[in-house]
T-cell receptor
Framework: GAVVSQHPSRVICKSGTSVKIECRSLDFQATTMFWYRQFPKQSLMLMATSNEGSKATYEQGVEKDKFLINHASLTLSTLTVTSAHPEDSSFYIC???????????FGSGTRLTVV | DAKTTQPPSMDCAEGRAANLPCNHSTISGNEYVYWYRQIHSQGPQYIIHGLKNNETNEMASLIITEDRKSSTLILPHATLRDTAVYYCIVRVASGTYKYIFGTGTRLKVLA
């Protein structure tokens, strides 16, 4: 089945630095990927839709200059959290749609802690 | 995409069937019902999906009412490893429409 690999699984960074999270579709090509953020004991909140070869579409209230998304190939989308602050600490999850009828496949998530 | 409503939490005894309901009263004719679950600190995992007929796979069964306004996910013999948050999502099957997650149901399987 479709596999989505997300890296790193955990990252701790200092306040003010930038962090890049990678999302790869391992056995299929994904023209569209999605990025979610999840705070403790809350549901997944869609941040943006990542489109290969074009600009990402951000959900209302998500700062596009803070959460930079690059989808330069059919198998890789990256999310860069710029000038991270403690309030950006969260669980970030990506997803992509393969050819199977099972809907979207999700990555295993990245736990970001900003200190 | 249609909005879904699920109870916030449920308990189930180990070995018993877990029945998780979902209301989707505004579902459109071409929208499917998808179920995912999220075990703590992991990405959501696909369970099952259906349009209007009942579906069964190795993980679960999905019962959709005739008017399609609600559905029930059934885990026939719940185990401790089924403890997770279960999400019901409705959307069209084709294209790359985004998933919007509701609050889900936190299922706790008790020994």
């Amino acid at each position: 089945g479709a596999v989505v690999s997300q890296h790193p699984s955990r990252v701790i960074c200092k306040s003010g630095t930038s962090v890049k999270i990678e999302c790869r579709s391992l056995d299929f090509q994904a023209t569209t990927m999605f990025w979610y953020r999840q705070f403790p004991k809350q549901s997944l909140m869609l941040m943006a839709t990542s489109n290969e070869g074009s600009k990402a579409t951000y959900e209302q209230g998500v700062e596009k200059d803070k959460f930079l998304i690059n989808h330069a190939s059919l198998t890789l989308s990256t999310l860069t959290v710029t000038s991270a602050h403690p309030e950006d600490s969260s669980f970030y999850i990506c997803s992509a749609k393969g050819r199977s009828p099972e809907g979207y496949t999700f990555g295993s998530g990245t736990r970001l802690t900003v200190v | 995409d249609a909005k879904t409503t699920q109870p916030p939490s449920m308990d189930c005894a180990e070995g018993r069937a877990a029945n998780l309901p979902c209301n989707h009263s505004t579902i459109s004719g071409n929208e499917y019902v998808y179920w995912y679950r999220q075990i703590h600190s992991q990405g959501p995992q696909y369970i099952i999906h259906g349009l209007k007929n009942n579906e069964t796979n190795e993980m679960a069964s999905l019962i959709i009412t005739e008017d399609r306004k609600s559905s029930t996910l059934i885990l026939p013999h719940a185990t401790l490893r089924d403890t997770a948050v279960y999400y019901c999502i409705v959307r069209v099957a084709s294209g790359t429409y985004k998933y919007i997650f509701g609050t889900g149901t936190r299922l706790k399987v008790l020994a």
